[in-house]
């Protein structure tokens, strides 16, 4: 069975520019989460999908960033326009209602604004 | 302040040898603890996940305690080995459960020949 899968992996761009990342959760999985890491800070939270419907968005930063999961599979993040301090780490995990407790996570996509 | 706080931030020790990481964290009401290994340049990985009610679950080699009254858990890796090398992450879940997850920084293990 395929875990989380999120491209791109690596991305670098300019400020201004917009990016959008992916993430294909694991087959099934209802609740879809988005985090990030940024350099030096620990993981924090910032939203949640269960099916396409946003559950909780209260850690998005800004409306630079737009969430969405059209028709309940895979997800989209866009930030527009980036800006320097959006660099780190955007990790996609997903969870299956009914068995509870684990989180799976993606492997990350990496993002450097210059 | 970070509602999670782990300790030491970073270690190195040898081959074959034992390690406790800390957990401190203040989330309350506490609904589940968890220990994910990340590796460098990969995604977080589940180790472990205990409920306020379990003092102790073991994965392997690594194993998990808690103590809910002192809001404290620890990480022991027995007869460590070059490919525990990674960062381990405390992530506490507080009374929404599963849906919004509070990290620490990380506990940076380096094993060395």
């Known amino acids: 069975e395929a875990g989380v899968t999120q491209f791109p992996s690596h991305s670098v761009i300019e400020k201004g520019q917009t990016v959008t990342l992916r993430c294909d959760p694991i087959s099934g999985h209802d609740n879809l989460y988005w985090y990030r890491r940024v350099m030096g800070k620990e993981i924090k939270f910032l939203l949640h999908f269960v099916k396409e419907s946003k559950q909780d968005e209260s850690g998005m930063p800004n409306n630079r960033f737009l969430a969405e999961r059209t028709g309940g599979t895979y997800s989209t993040l866009k930030v527009q326009p980036a800006e320097l301090e959006d660099s780190g780490v955007y990790f996609c995990?997903?969870?299956?209602?009914?068995?509870?407790?684990?989180?799976?996570f993606g492997e990350g996509s990496w993002l450097t604004v210059v | 302040k970070n509602q999670v706080e782990q300790s030491p931030q970073s270690l190195i020790i040898l081959e074959g040898k034992n390690c406790t990481l800390q957990c401190n964290y203040t989330v309350s009401p506490f609904s589940n603890l968890r220990w994910y290994k990340q590796d460098t340049g990969r995604g977080p990985v589940s180790l472990t996940i205990m409920t306020f009610s379990e003092n102790t679950k073991s994965n392997g080699r690594y194993t998990a305690t808690l103590d809910a009254d002192t809001k404290q858990s620890s990480l022991h890796i027995t007869a460590s080995q070059l490919s525990d090398s990674a960062s381990y992450i405390c992530v506490v879940s507080g009374p929404d459960g599963n849906n919004r997850l509070a990290f620490g920084k990380g506990n940076q293990v380096v094993v060395i020949p």
């Open positions: 995990a997903s969870r299956l209602t009914a068995s509870g407790n684990t989180i799976y």
